[in-house]
């Protein structure tokens, strides 16, 4: 028995007492950018309720083509306007370098791979970068509020990242 | 006040209560990509508890070059090989195309996204596609269990999509 046949079961458990369905577009009109990290359960941190809010969540929580593709979906189609990033202590992606990563890739398989790790050395810059991303890109227009955050592992918490002069 | 000043007065609340750290890697070794939807609560559909599993969500719970990403950093750096791939009914990537996207992007911003949307028109189809993709990928290498499911978001059930010839 694999992991995935005992969350299946789990799914049965939640079935049993699940109502629905709830209506397509986020009620709150938000869309979270975060962490893939387990540690995040994003709807429990936020005091997010079902049906609320677009959760979009990769390695390091940063904004890449495939976040401006989900949040330029989020905003145009189903009517999103706040978006709220989510990076952590204690994060995966400080603890190498692109090369590195890409060269054990590559020594492994043969092939470097085309695409950024995305790998960084400092939280809340990361945060501010994906912030700059996201005001730069021509398909994220209908931004009201933009906030980035550095969920805390040991407390809990959510620090908000303030703008830097650059 | 904002929305994501409300979630913030939530995550306090969560705080108050929070223990913690848990480790960085994922205790259950599994990774799941699934859609963005804000009806998809992954932590109580498939029964996860924090610090069991990377979670990865995109519009429609697809697989581009920066799930790739994600998956190999969970993989080779976290120890992640299971991995469960969720779509679900009612998605917003059934109701349009990739076509009419890009059209009505241009139209009002003047610039046609070089990104595919990854609409798609049937759920079973596009899940296979993802798991295709997967497969087919050079950097994803650690894996012992690959499946893909369909959230119902009336019942709260997963269906998996079995294999179909090509």
Same mark, same amino acid.
């Given at each position: 028995?694999?992991?995935?046949?005992?969350?299946?079961? /789990? /799914?049965?458990e939640?079935?049993?007492?699940?109502? +629905?369905?709830?209506?397509?577009?986020?009620?709150?009109?938000?869309?979270?950018?975060?962490?893939?990290?387990?540690r995040l359960?994003?709807?429990?941190?936020? +005091?997010?309720?079902? +049906?609320?809010?677009?959760?979009?969540?990769?390695? #390091? #929580?940063? $904004?890449?083509?495939?976040?401006?593709?989900?949040?330029?979906?989020?905003?145009? &189609?189903? #009517?999103?306007?706040?978006?709220?990033l989510?990076?952590?202590?204690?994060?995966?992606? &400080?603890?190498?370098?692109?090369?590195?990563?890409?060269?054990? $890739?590559?020594?492994? $398989? #043969?092939?470097?791979?085309a695409?950024? =790790?995305e =790998?960084? +050395?400092? &939280?809340?810059e990361?945060?501010?970068? !994906?912030?700059?991303r996201?005001? =730069? !890109?021509p398909?994220v227009?209908?931004?009201?509020s933009?906030?980035g955050?550095?969920?805390?592992?040991?407390?809990?918490?959510?620090?908000? $990242?303030?703008?830097?002069?650059?």
């Amino acid at each position: 028995m694999t992991v995935t046949d005992e969350f299946l079961a /789990n /799914n049965a458990e939640y079935a049993a007492s699940f109502t +629905g369905p709830l209506p397509l577009p986020p009620s709150k009109h938000v869309a979270v950018v975060a962490c893939m990290d387990a540690r995040l359960d994003v709807y429990r941190i936020l +005091g997010l309720r079902e +049906g609320e809010a677009h959760v979009i969540r990769n390695a #390091g #929580g940063v $904004v890449t083509d495939d976040e401006i593709r989900s949040l330029a979906i989020s905003q145009r &189609l189903l #009517g999103t306007t706040e978006i709220i990033l989510i990076h952590h202590t204690d994060c995966g992606m &400080l603890t190498f370098t692109d090369d590195d990563f890409k060269r054990a $890739v590559q020594d492994e $398989v #043969g092939i470097k791979p085309a695409w950024a =790790a995305e =790998a960084f +050395g400092d &939280l809340d810059e990361d945060v501010r970068q !994906s912030i700059r991303r996201i005001e =730069a !890109s021509p398909f994220v227009t209908k931004t009201t509020s933009l906030r980035g955050f550095v969920f805390d592992v040991a407390t809990g918490k959510l620090g908000e $990242v303030r703008p830097a002069a650059r």
